[in-house]
């Protein structure tokens, strides 16, 4: 059973770049056809979608954070993760790495989810 | 982006009710949905994809219908470990990939 764990600051500062690391055990993140993506959810409100790195590295991402985003994996580690750049308050939220299955040929449903981390910014 | 626009935004259901939430889809998205449960603190798990397939190990209380811009996702019989919030999803091949704003399931 794959299982999923985030891991970095849960406190950033303004204008820094969040780091977010998704270590994946269980199984090998370069194997399969699945796609791996973060999303976020801010206190109280709904999930965002952020982006996502098929296994073949390729990356897809949110139009409204492209500019901000970067999504990489590492194989030798068996993790992926996630930076941020120029965060502000409203980048406040807790953050997940989750695990995309397919359907349909290139549907997605994420089956599994890391337990999410915090992240905070504030000076 | 595809928008996702469910409701309602919270009910208040018994024990042994049948509950029925709607998932709207801005334009259409054949059956490309999925419907995922949310605890406080938790991690959301995914409960129906492909519109109407249960995920294995979700119960049979829950099903899901619906293709092109409606869906509805229906608990048969709520039970106590029911209460909770679900989001529908969208997987349409327009990315970004799009959440539904939530519906909160409470006792009554």
């Known amino acids: 059973q794959v299982q999923l764990q985030e891991s970095g600051p849960g406190l950033v500062k303004p204008s820094q770049t969040l780091s977010l690391t998704c270590t994946v055990s269980g199984g090998s993140i370069s194997s399969g056809s699945y796609y791996w993506s973060w999303i976020r959810q801010p206190a109280g409100k709904g999930l965002e979608w952020i982006g996502r790195i098929y296994t073949s590295g390729s990356t897809n991402y949110n139009p409204s954070l492209k500019s901000r985003v970067t999504i990489s994996v590492d194989t030798s580690k068996n993790q992926f993760s996630l930076k941020l750049s120029s965060v502000t308050a409203a980048d406040t939220a807790v953050y997940y790495c989750?695990?995309?299955?397919?359907?349909?040929?290139?549907?997605?449903?994420?089956?599994?989810w890391g337990q999410g981390t915090l992240v905070t910014v504030s000076s | 982006d595809i928008q996702m626009t469910q409701s309602p935004f919270s009910l208040s259901a018994s024990v042994g009710d049948r509950v029925i939430i709607t998932c709207r889809a801005s334009q259409s998205i054949s059956s490309y949905l999925n419907w995922y449960q949310q605890k406080p603190g938790k991690a959301p798990k995914l409960l129906i994809y492909?519109?109407?397939s249960l995920q294995s190990g979700v119960p049979s209380r829950f099903s899901g219908s619906g293709s092109g811009t409606l869906f509805t996702l229906t608990i048969s019989s709520l039970q106590p470990e029911d209460f909770a919030t679900y989001y529908c999803?969208?997987?349409?091949?327009?990315?970004?990939?799009?959440f539904g704003g939530g519906t909160k399931v409470e006792i009554k």
């Open positions: 989750a695990r995309a299955g397919t359907y349909y040929g290139d549907a997605e449903y994420f089956q599994h």
């Open positions: 492909a519109a109407s």
């Open positions: 999803q969208q997987t349409y091949s327009t990315l970004p990939l799009t």
